[in-house]
């Protein structure tokens, strides 16, 4: 298969043996996002970027991992225009806000998870929108589409497919619906005859792990080899859910 930008990436991800290969690609998505944003090359300086960045702001755990990135001047930059367009906005939404004139039973009626006011989608949006979240969902996409393109037309990928150890839970869910998009019946027969005993045994392997990762903690194993399972309780974690809880923040390196 001929290589293309999301080949190559895709391929040394499952080259890395990790729990999870899509894990691995949507960390480096962040950071690569990150670094883009607010490292050297300075993209919030640009502006075609300011305009998303006013556009879209950035969620709350985003927000986070910029501030622990560094560079805390462009990241002012960005938070004064981004404060100044939420300024203007909120401004207009709540001059012309009106309360709702529902009677009660209307509002028992109504999901309570649903907003009930103009006002009240504006801050639910402006609170949920994400620049990042937005960039790595739109190329975790693709990354997905060649996960399947690959698998039918790369012997070689097929093959270390075959010898991943699985995936998270949350990516197997995506793997699971998009399969039933990408491939004909006879093709998913085949994906889940791998897919299915491949997470059966890495949640075998891993319950192996943690179970020795607990029993070193007896006095009486207290010299006895680790194995597998130092790193046990954050690949439990990993696989159950999805990320890497051991990480340490990523900071910028200049």
Request: neutral net charge.
């Amino acid at each position: 298969m001929k290589e293309t930008l999301y080949t190559i990436p895709l391929m040394d991800a499952f080259k890395e043996k990790d729990e999870c290969p899509f894990c691995f690609i949507e960390r480096k998505l962040e950071r690569d996002n990150l670094d883009y944003i607010l490292g050297s090359a300075s993209a919030y300086m640009q502006t075609d970027i300011r305009e998303q960045t006013n556009k879209h702001g950035f969620c709350s755990e985003h927000y986070k991992k910029m501030f622990t990135y560094g560079n805390s001047l462009g990241n002012a930059i960005m938070m004064q225009s981004y404060l100044r367009e939420v300024k203007k906005e909120l401004h207009k939404q709540m001059k012309g806000f009106s309360s709702s004139k529902s009677g009660l039973l209307d509002k028992l009626k109504k999901d309570s998870s649903q907003t009930k006011t103009s006002l009240g989608s504006y801050l639910q949006k402006t609170t949920s929108d994400c620049l990042i979240c937005q960039k790595n969902q739109e190329t975790f996409a693709r990354y997905i589409d060649t996960f399947f393109l690959m698998l039918r037309s790369d012997e070689e990928f097929y093959q270390i497919f075959k010898s991943a150890k699985g995936f998270c839970l949350h990516h197997l869910q995506i793997l699971v619906e998009q399969a039933e998009q990408a491939m004909g019946a006879k093709q998913r027969e085949e994906f889940h005859n791998i897919l299915f005993p491949q997470m059966e045994a890495a949640l075998e392997r891993l319950d192996e792990d943690i179970s020795w990762f607990i029993d070193k903690f007896d006095y009486k194993n207290k010299e006895a080899d680790w194995k597998n399972s130092k790193d046990a309780l954050q690949r439990c974690m990993q696989k159950l859910t999805t990320g890497y809880p051991a990480d340490q923040p990523y900071q910028s390196s200049r």
